[in-house]
């Protein structure tokens, strides 16, 4: 994915080890879009979201919900 958008900034989530495992990445320079991906396939899918489906993917995260 990195190649088809160059211009894409992706955050490490702080909640990822220390070590380079389970990381999530984030990039929240996409208008009107949330991307998440797992750093240790930089190629591989991402998930989209609203802001609003976002606030509540994570919402219902720190709840326990999810």
Do not use: Q
């Not at 991307?35 to 326990?64: E, Y």
């Amino acid at each position: 994915m990195e190649s088809i958008h160059p211009d894409l900034i992706w955050i490490k989530s702080s909640y990822s080890g220390p070590n380079g495992d389970d990381c999530v990445e984030v990039v929240m320079n996409l208008p009107g879009l949330i991307a998440v991906r797992d750093s240790k396939d930089p190629a591989g899918p991402m998930l989209t979201f609203s802001p609003t489906a976002w606030n509540n993917f994570l919402a219902g995260i720190r709840s326990g919900e999810i």
